[in-house]
């Protein structure tokens, strides 16, 4: 089981940054599970982001590469997402979520999520 606890959400200008953080617990090391990030926008469905395995090999979905890095610190066993660029559509709440899959990048390849954090670009 391993517990996932976001924070670093908020309301940021077009164009700026933010850093999302999540917290991760559990009865299993999470320094052993792929971990990612997802987001859902109002009146869409939940879509991938950015997964890191635990050798920090990284994936991203088109619209982030460039303005998006995942990161993540075994020893505090957490993982970060660096939002830079912010655009209106990256409005959404963002879910920490793991997985025991080597390669995740669907939500069904993921088992656990934490409750998510909301962030707000304004144009």
């Known amino acids: 089981q391993v517990q996932l606890v976001e924070s670093g959400g908020g309301l940021v200008q077009a164009g700026g940054s933010l850093r999302l953080s999540c917290a991760a617990s559990g009865t299993t090391s999470p320094k052993y599970y792929t971990m990612g990030w997802f987001r859902q926008a109002p009146g869409k469905e939940r879509e991938f982001v950015a997964s890191?395995?635990?050798?920090?090999?990284?994936y991203y979905t088109d619209s982030v590469k460039g303005r998006f890095t995942i990161s993540r610190d075994n020893v505090k066993n957490t993982v970060d997402l660096q939002m830079n660029s912010l655009k209106s559509e990256d409005t959404a709440v963002y879910y920490c979520?793991?997985?025991?899959?080597?390669?995740?990048?669907?939500?069904?390849?993921?088992?656990?999520w934490g409750q998510g954090t909301q962030v707000t670009v304004s144009s």
């Open positions: 979520t793991a997985s025991t899959l080597t390669v995740a990048r669907t939500e069904s390849d993921f088992r656990f």
């Open positions: 890191i395995w635990t050798g920090s090999r990284t």
